[in-house]
């Protein structure tokens, strides 16, 4: 029997990463605050956010598995949120210019119905290309990358400013490391194949 899977995320994006593993699952988009708390380590805020994304639609969904998800990108350090707006996307693009972020990508898998989570975070580190201004500007005209961590769609045009990516999970930099959801629905008795 299939599992109620909830994937708690409105990223159009996770959505397509999930379909790959052909389970049915629903959408739901919790409704969280995902600011960082003072002191909080990048990949901590990740974490916790992922989990308390999880948790928040168990609340309406006792009988579910939910997999919560979030992203925090760092450059030395710094955590390069979501930029919002066009001024502070051409920003955290100029400052990452010929650099290496770190991805870290949260996921937790959580068992409403006994409270069993999971949860780890995947980090991948992407080096940036030397990008001239113009090139960042006719990036952000063309894909309006505002709505992601890092202001950048490695999975669209993205691509090009990037030189080099390391880590154990191309679909992490996305924002949801199969590889590792695999074998936590594993440990739920949920085989993908």
Known sequence: MAPNLILASSSPFRQELLARLNLPFKVISPDIDESALNGEKPEETALRL?????????????QALIIGCDQVATLDG???????????????????????????????????????????????????????DEQIEHYLQTEKPYNCAGSAKSE??????????????PNALIGLPLIKLIDMLNNENVSVI
């Open 156 to 169: 669209g045009l993205g691509i090009a400013l990037i030189a080099r990516m390391h880590g154990t999970d």
């Open 50 to 62: 992922a989990q308390l994304k999880a948790k928040k639609i168990a609340e309406t969904n006792p």
């Open 78 to 132: 710094l955590q390069l949120g979501k930029p919002g707006t066009h001024e502070n996307a051409v920003k955290q693009l100029q400052l990452m210019r010929g650099r290496t972020v770190v991805f870290h990508s949260a996921l937790c898998l959580f068992n409403a119905k006994n409270n069993h989570m999971q949860a780890e975070v995947v980090p991948y580190e992407v080096d940036f290309r030397h990008l001239s």
